[in-house]
């Protein structure tokens, strides 16, 4: 994902014992975010955010368009989480703060083979809502909520190719 995630395991080692219960499910974040369309133009959509603590290295993020088809992307949670602080990504996802010393937006760039995307995104209440999600599952401990064996195993038995 974003490489080094030394930084997010310290930053959510202390919250990862809040003092009530911990909730078992995170709701639903819904944000109007923009989306650069060019250099003077902008177009608001709606973007909801989820977290599954069953999968729980990604955030997924739906991105709805007005009139338009909706769109489904998967984010590294420690990618997402770093890139409201410092430039986070390489390739297909990357995200970074607008301005360093205000931490007010963060920019958030997608990239397929077909088309690319740069969205505005609101940093207070998406960081609220990230630190939620350790709050839920602490950094460090994703794998241990993982079925490793099943997954191998599914790797392992996948399809036979036939031999000449």
Not at 75 to 100: A, N
Not at 126 to 132: C, I, K, Q
């Amino acid at each position: 994902m974003s490489g080094d995630h030394h930084d997010v395991r310290t930053q959510h080692t202390a919250s990862a014992t809040p003092s009530g219960p911990v909730p078992q499910s995170l709701p639903l974040l819904r944000l109007d975010i923009h989306r650069m369309l060019d250099m003077m133009e902008w177009q608001e959509i709606r973007a909801e955010f989820s977290y599954d603590p069953d999968s729980p290295l990604v955030v997924t993020v739906t991105f709805l368009i007005e009139g338009g088809p909706r769109a489904t992307w998967r984010i590294g949670r420690d990618l997402l989480y770093q890139g409201l602080h410092s430039m986070s990504g390489v390739g297909d996802i990357q995200v970074w703060p607008s301005h360093l010393e205000e931490r007010a937006t963060a920019w958030l760039q997608l990239m397929s083979k077909d088309v690319g995307a740069l969205f505005e995104l609101p940093v207070p209440p998406l960081a609220e809502w990230l630190d939620g999600t350790y709050r839920l599952v602490p950094a460090g401990t994703e794998t241990s909520r993982l079925d490793l064996d099943t997954f191998l195993a599914g790797l392992l038995d996948g399809p036979e190719v036939p031999s000449d």
